[in-house]
């Protein structure tokens, strides 16, 4: 026990015999000793370290000759393992975009609310890690999540805005600064959004995924067994050529997941005082051919009006106003959603988590 007190726990700042982490009297047969260290959780970032300092102590104080077995127990059960993840989730939807700045977010936070105005049960991540965006969006810049005991494990509360849970790595990170993490740390702190969250009963878990292909994606497909993804694009052939990206990653042989179908966001340009008028600025109807030429459905055709900017800069999306043209067309979107979800979960299996290997 003296020897254990030369440890300090980084968590706590003070000894594991201050901290109570020794569980119990060390077991000593011979040269043989046994400890016993209690942890808060699993997934605490200093339990390798600990671990090795207290075994160097027990070596260092009492004799390099001793066989150290240490025991970890933790306060908070450990995490699920994945496949058992959001037992009380019915359907996973990731929002991709291969391109940044066609409204992908935009249109995940609009598609989440419009569904909750329907009457579902809706859960909304930001898996944006690097470029957090809903918190804004969603105008809960300020808010702060605390933590839940939910049968012996420490949770994340998400916030709720607009009849929507939402959790977003901007809830810990400062506005103004730069995340520079590297991938490792990028995708654990988006594990612990998915898996130490009070996510409870959801009809519809939308994934607002960053642009591209990378890291994140993956960690999801590894993580989630997701129900189908929405791909979002602009009409421009630049955006085009990056949406057929995202969309063979999904159709990946060792991915599969379906393609529900697309998003045609900006597709004309209508302004204010002139709301009969369409110019298609950024090219006609290019997503309607893709989605023909993939042989999945055009969800929706979203107009650029500077309505929908504006409601989402002051924090209350356009889907906030079901009564107004904009708020329409996504409570619209949301419908077709959900008949795809439906028609995809009556005719094909469900899908399989992408394999680490």
Avoid at 49 to 77: L, P
Avoid at 128 to 149: H, L, Q, T, W
Avoid at 165 to 191: C, D, E, H, Q, Y
Wanted: glycine share 8%; with cysteine.
């Amino acid at each position: 026990m003296d020897a254990l007190a030369t440890v300090t726990y980084a968590g706590t700042k003070k000894n594991l015999v201050e901290s109570g982490m020794v569980a119990d009297t060390p077991s000593i047969n011979g040269m043989n000793v046994k400890v016993v260290l209690e942890f808060p959780r699993d997934t605490d970032p200093f339990l390798k370290s600990t671990v090795k300092a207290a075994e160097a102590a027990i070596h260092y104080h009492v004799s390099k000759d001793v066989e150290v077995e240490i025991i970890t127990e933790f306060k908070s059960k450990p995490r699920p393992e994945v496949g058992k993840l959001l037992p009380q989730v019915k359907n996973i939807i990731a929002v991709s975009s291969g391109k940044g700045g066609v409204g992908k977010s935009t249109v995940s936070a609009n598609l989440a609310i419009a569904l909750a105005r329907l009457g579902y049960k809706v859960g909304l991540l930001d898996t944006d890690i690097f470029g957090p965006s809903m918190p804004k969006m969603f105008n809960v810049e300020d808010a702060r999540p605390y933590a839940v005991n939910v049968d012996g494990r420490d949770l994340i509360c998400p916030v709720e805005q607009y009849g929507v849970k939402l959790l977003s790595i901007g809830f810990f990170v400062s506005p103004t600064t730069a995340t520079l993490w590297r991938g490792g740390m990028a995708t654990n702190a988006l594990k612990q959004l998915i898996a130490d969250a009070d996510w409870g009963e959801l009809d519809y878990f939308i994934l607002d995924t960053p642009p591209g292909t990378s890291d994140i994606h993956l960690t999801l497909l590894q993580t989630l067994a997701i129900t189908g993804a929405i791909i979002v694009s602009t009409p421009q052939q630049v955006a085009l050529a990056d949406a057929r990206k995202g969309i063979d990653m999904y159709q990946n042989d060792k991915v599969n997941v379906p393609i529900l179908g697309l998003v045609e966001n900006m597709a004309w340009f209508t302004p204010a005082e002139l709301p009969e008028n369409k110019y298609y600025i950024f090219g006609k109807e290019g997503c309607k051919q893709l989605a023909e030429e993939m042989h999945v459905p055009l969800l929706a055709q979203i107009p650029l009006v500077q309505s929908i900017c504006e409601s989402g800069d002051a924090g209350a999306p356009a889907a906030t106003k079901v009564d107004t043209m904009t708020g329409q067309a996504f409570i619209n979107l949301a419908q077709a959603v959900v008949t795809v979800v439906n028609r995809r979960n009556k005719e094909l299996p469900q899908t399989k988590i992408v394999g680490t290997k």
